[in-house]
């Protein structure tokens, strides 16, 4: 922060003082939670004003980190060198399998980490299904179905009965 902001920063929290509500000893919980109150707005009002926002958007590298930051020095060397492209090629793919790693790591957290009506809103994301194994369809007699065709056989004699007057 420059001194400008420090500034700012104080005049706005002496004049939030003002409002403030004062305890003494004698004081109930809903006191307390009236000045905790007025703490986290003034807190957030005075970081709203002086601080720098940050907008999170999908181009956002929340996940990138010093780890990330120093392969991809590294692959950077192998591509400038053009000596070796074999290491410059194994390079690339651990670089790869890190953000992988630190993407998957990230929306694990994330998810985790959820609350309420967040959770259907993290739903599109962590899609279960994309992931999951089925086990194959098998009829009466034991036959599995291997192929969209053979699971349409199998599913349209127990699916659509035939009547008694068909032959």
Same mark, same amino acid.
């Given at each position: 922060m420059t001194e400008e902001d420090t500034e700012a920063a104080e005049t706005l929290w002496v004049e939030l003082a003002k409002d403030r509500p004062h305890l003494d000893a004698e004081c109930t919980?809903?006191?307390?939670?009236? *000045?905790?109150?007025?703490?986290?707005?003034?807190?957030? =009002?005075?970081?709203? $004003?002086? %601080?720098?926002?940050?907008?999170?958007?999908?181009?956002?590298?929340?996940?990138?980190?010093?780890?990330?930051?120093?392969?991809?020095?590294? *692959?950077?060397?192998?591509?400038?060198?053009?000596?070796? =492209?074999?290491?410059? $090629?194994? %390079?690339k793919s651990e670089f790869q399998k890190l953000i992988r790693r630190s993407k998957s790591q990230m929306l694990s957290d994330y998810v985790q980490n959820l609350r309420g009506a967040?959770?259907?809103?993290?739903?599109?994301?962590?899609?279960?299904r994309a992931s999951m194994t089925v086990e194959a369809l098998t009829n009466r007699e034991g036959k599995q179905a291997n192929t969209a065709m053979e699971e349409e056989e199998m599913l349209r004699p127990e699916?659509?009965?035939?009547?008694?007057?068909?032959q």
């Open positions: 919980e809903d006191e307390m939670e009236q *000045v905790a109150a007025w703490c986290q707005g003034a807190m957030s =009002s005075v970081l709203n $004003a002086t %601080a720098i926002t940050i907008r999170i958007c999908m181009k956002s590298k929340r996940w990138w980190n010093a780890d990330i930051k120093a392969r991809r020095k590294a *692959v950077g060397r192998e591509k400038r060198r053009r000596r070796n =492209s074999e290491e410059a $090629a194994w %390079a967040e959770e259907w809103r993290a739903a599109r994301y962590a899609n279960s699916s659509l009965p035939p009547n008694d007057d068909d």
